[in-house]
């Protein structure tokens, strides 16, 4: 299915934040990459971008994004810009005669899932369907700004901003027919109005604009600057809200690295990198463990978990900038089973400079066969607690890497190096067990 996209707007509201509103980046990425990425991960591959003002620049900026992502994207020019937005929708009928089409905006940001769904909506003869919002109460909306949406029994009645009963706000996201056009044309001649939202109501009062309702799911207009701070709030918090992350992670790590990231995200500084850094530390806090004496153990514990927070940007990063890789997320876990193996032989190194035992070597030895054996079973186990989700059960708690290292801290901050190594040991070869009863249950 081809998208149109319309963002030939000014946007002298964001001018602070740069001349060109489609390329003011959030996170580290163009507004208007973000709304094609989306889009992407919607399975849309045919884009029709209109712009206007500077648009040469704009125009340069897609070229370089459609050779990167492999995608077409078709530049549209509207010389008439600083007129109503139907008159950008209209300069591309001559792409979008033949069919179907998804519109959106280009300062509008939303859940692919939307989209997706939506895409996937029948249309009658000339109809459209709108995504509409109908948590009236969202407090992403500006009110004075939005679009409102009067709706009945799945159609739309009546759109405007100026609407005083309503039930919706326009999201911006449309499934259209061809005869969007004709009605943005019959309504710009009748009453003078070139604008979507007079396009769409001619075509409300004859019934065929359908409803979707998004309610509960993400979407913002980026208008302004509270706008963007709003939209970073939004996708850094969808960063907290991990399925796979362990108690430590949700509750003291993630909060901490989404900060990190966010500043990250400015930088040139890829994923990969990232995870390197993360691996460096490791190293050096084993080091650390190694030179003996409680100051350098302390110093060690407190950059092993340093690098625990550090470890979540790299996958944070790459979701938000949209450059996650098969490769970055072996890398990163190669990474860390090196770390992991580092750190629990540091520990080990440091109690048998004060003397050997065998029970410090048994007991370092399990800690690492533990260590390893969690992060094998990681994969199927992580699996079946999505199955189990799906299917309206409940996961269980998840141990993982994020709890091994929060220990070897506790341990190195608290001078029990042998116990904590002890509890490891219990604790990552328990959980392996347990993980292989819930595979065996899951099979039944």
């Known amino acids: 299915m081809k998208c149109l996209i319309i963002s030939a707007g000014k946007g002298s509201r964001l001018w602070p934040k740069g001349e060109s509103k489609p390329l003011i980046p959030i996170l580290g990425v163009a507004l208007i990459e973000r709304v094609i990425r989306s889009a992407m991960r919607a399975e849309i591959n045919d884009f029709y971008v209109v712009t206007g003002y500077k648009g040469d620049r704009v125009h340069h900026f897609l070229d370089g994004l459609a050779n990167s992502c492999h995608i077409k994207i078709t530049n549209i020019i509207n010389d008439a810009w600083e007129q109503d937005n139907g008159l950008s929708v209209l300069k591309a009928r001559q792409h979008l005669n033949d069919g179907p089409f998804l519109l959106l905006m280009g300062d509008h ?47 739309v009645h009546d759109i405007g901003k100026g609407l005083g009963a309503f039930n919706g706000f326009d999201t911006g996201m449309f499934l259209c027919t061809p005869e969007l056009f004709d009605a943005l044309e019959q309504n710009g001649a009748k009453w003078g109005d070139s604008s979507l939202t007079g396009g769409v109501r001619c075509l409300a009062a004859e019934g065929k604009v359908n409803v979707y309702d998004i309610r509960g799911r993400f979407w913002l207009d980026v208008d302004d600057s509270k706008d963007l701070e709003r939209a970073e709030r939004e996708l850094l918090d969808q960063m907290r809200a991990k399925p796979n992350d ?24 890829t994923p990969d990198q990232i995870s390197l850094v993360s691996f460096l530390c490791s190293i050096v806090a084993v080091g650390l463990f190694a030179l003996g004496g409680y100051p350098a153990l302390l110093a060690g514990g407190i950059l092993a978990q340093f690098a625990s927070i550090i470890d979540g940007c790299d996958g944070e990063v790459a979701r938000l900038k949209y450059c996650e890789s098969d490769f970055g997320g072996w890398f990163d876990a190669v990474l860390d089973r090196y770390a992991d193996a580092f750190l629990l032989f540091g520990l080990t190194w440091h109690l048998l400079a004060a003397g050997t035992t065998v029970l410090v070597i048994f007991t370092g030895f399990m800690a690492i066969i533990g260590s390893f054996m969690l992060s094998y079973t990681a994969d199927k186990y992580d699996s079946l607690m999505r199955e189990r989700i799906t299917a309206g059960g409940k996961a269980g708690l998840r141990m ?13 901050a608290t001078n029990l190096v042998l116990p904590v190594l002890a509890l490891i040991a219990v604790v990552m070869n328990f959980e392996t067990l347990r993980r292989i009863m819930v595979a065996h249950d899951g099979q039944h």
């Open 109 to 155: 940001l939303f859940d692919p899932t939307i989209l997706h769904d939506l895409a996937r909506k029948s249309l009658g003869e000339g109809e459209v369907t709108l995504a509409v919002d109908s948590g009236t109460t969202n407090s992403l909306i500006d009110m004075d700004d939005v679009t409102r949406v009067k709706s009945e029994n799945g159609k």
């Open 246 to 269: 362990g108690p430590v992670s949700r509750y003291i790590n993630r909060p901490i690295s989404v900060r990190i990231s966010r500043h990250l995200t400015r930088l040139s500084i």
């Open 400 to 412: 993982g890497r994020d709890v091994r290292v929060f220990l070897i801290f506790l341990g190195a």
